[in-house]
């Protein structure tokens, strides 16, 4: 279990994250350094940021556990981030970065009016409070049987910790503590594919080998179905690709990242390493899936009666790893769920709230009061969210996906903006009421126990892709329709 040496590199770590805040805090901030470091920012930091994102530990720990119980079929999620990652460089990083504007939202205004800039606020700050809850919630759980620590003191150092370096430091503490972070993931991920190699019989041959026989580097099938309760390869991909291209073209959190960037080469090598980062490291997981259950097959006994995939990596972890080896992975585990979005949050709730609405001229000294405060109070709000979660799971879960869908509709205004010159106020508006009822239709079956006639018969994976094409197409529709009424 967890030695003293164990707890050393863990504490080390997290007094280096609060230490990196303190550091970049020392002189004080002001608003366009708290928000956008000067624009100023290496674009290999940037990208190691990112990549930082991309893993919660969401995935650090469920992408094992499904390997481990099916296939490789969810890895497919990984192969569309090239594809997004080069319209992200081609398209997303050159309209932010000239339009000058440190909100990914604020354009939306120009181009549909306020109500859209505040949708899309909002739609944003509701899914990162639930999204950053429930990484700190799985977290807790995670390393609570590791550590001994209670679930709800470590959700409450884990948010304060974050909270602490994100306030102090601003967006370059983020993006610094995204470097140090992705270090030790990766560090901890390698440390975790070199123990099981290591450990099983055989070693990478008999994974390999195993793993074919036994099916379990399939990708899923080829077929056309869509409505399969098993994803099949093209459902995955395609909710992979539109997911990737929410994060790059419209999620404040990694626009805001790119932005800081020093030119526009730096922030596009920024999205590259970021994509060519995550690709590999993904595959990794997937494959110390495979290796655990090649490695309980062949040592069944030492699994000492645990089922749940979920729970057979931290089970590895803990019994498994050198000296001072389940120190480093918990640190791992922390840093793929402290990299704080705290900083974008803030940034929205002063330029398109505080500013927006109530003073728009207002001082440095109060514009960073502004942001201190917005900062602590999600902070907090993260918190809530995640010690509100050990009691009430279910209920919050199935919000925070339906939460997580409705970020399709706002992608799927952004391209409508992006793309069709005609869209105006009225054509933005009814594609987004049609579309949110669409998302909202096809995530009922997940949320409520619903009749059969009126459950939506495609794979859930697909409500972001659906929602995100009927406002697209429905926009661009009422914009040829009106235009058309117009011309006459």
Not at 90 to 113: L, N, Q, V
Not at 184 to 198: D, E, N, P, R
Not at 311 to 335: D, N, S
Not at 420 to 442: E, F, T
Request: a neutral charge; proline letters at 4%; aromatic letters at 14%.
């Amino acid at each position: 279990m967890f030695s003293p040496i164990d707890s050393l590199v863990l504490v080390s770590y997290l007094v280096a994250v609060v230490g990196i805040g303190v550091w970049l805090g020392r002189h004080g901030n002001s608003p366009d350094e708290y928000m956008a470091a000067g624009r100023s920012m290496p674009g290999w930091a940037v990208g190691l940021s990112m990549f930082g994102s991309y893993v919660s530990s969401i995935s650090f720990l469920a992408n094992p556990g499904k390997a481990y119980a099916a296939n490789w079929n969810p890895f497919v999620f990984s192969l569309a981030t090239p594809i997004a990652a080069a319209v992200a460089v081609k398209w997303f990083m050159p309209f932010y970065r000239h339009s000058g504007e440190i909100s990914a939202y604020e354009h939306f205004e120009k181009r549909f009016g306020p109500w859209a800039r505040t949708y899309a606020v909002v739609c944003f700050l509701l899914y990162q409070m639930a999204r950053m809850g429930t990484v700190i919630y799985l977290l807790a759980l995670a390393v609570a049987p590791l550590t001994g620590w209670r679930v709800e003191a470590t959700i409450a150092v884990t948010g304060v910790l974050m909270t602490v370096y994100t306030l102090l430091g601003g967006i370059k503490a983020v993006v610094w503590t995204g470097v140090l972070q992705s270090g030790v993931l990766v560090l901890g991920t390698l440390l975790c594919l070199g123990a099981i190699i290591f450990k099983t019989p055989g070693g990478i041959s008999e994974i390999v080998t195993t793993g074919v026989s036994d099916d379990k580097f399939s990708l899923g099938s080829f077929g056309p179905s869509l409505t399969s309760t098993v994803p099949t390869f093209w459902v995955v991909f395609f909710f992979g690709l539109f997911t990737h291209l929410t994060n790059f073209g419209i999620d404040q959190s990694y626009v805001q990242r790119y932005i800081t960037a020093r030119d526009d080469r730096e922030a596009a090598k920024s999205i590259w390493i970021t994509a060519i980062l995550y690709l590999p490291v993904a595959a990794i997981f997937f494959f110390i899936g495979t290796g655990l259950f090649v490695f309980y097959h062949l040592r069944p006994e030492l699994l000492e009666g645990i089922t749940a995939p979920d729970k057979i990596f931290p089970h590895f972890i803990a019994h498994e790893l050198p000296l001072g080896g389940a120190g480093l992975v918990v640190a791992a585990i922390f840093a793929a769920s402290m990299d704080s979005n705290l900083n974008s949050m803030a940034t929205l709730t002063f330029c398109d709230i505080y500013q927006r609405y109530f003073r728009p001229n207002a001082s440095e000294r109060e514009s960073m009061r502004v942001l201190y405060l917005a900062t602590f109070f999600w902070g907090a709000a993260s918190i809530a969210v995640a010690i509100a979660m050990i009691r009430v799971f279910t209920a919050l879960d199935a919000w925070w996906s339906l939460a997580g869908m409705f970020s399709g509709g706002v992608l799927g205004l952004f391209l409508l903006g992006l793309i069709c010159r005609k869209a105006d106020n009225v054509a933005g508006a009814i594609a987004v009421v049609v579309g949110v009822l669409v998302i909202v239709w096809m995530s009922l079956p997940s949320l409520l126990d619903v009749p059969a006639w009126l459950r939506n018969p495609l794979h859930a994976n697909l409500t972001i892709v659906v929602g995100t094409l009927t406002i697209f197409l429905v926009g661009l529709a009422v914009a040829q329709i009106r235009g058309g009424t117009r011309a006459t």
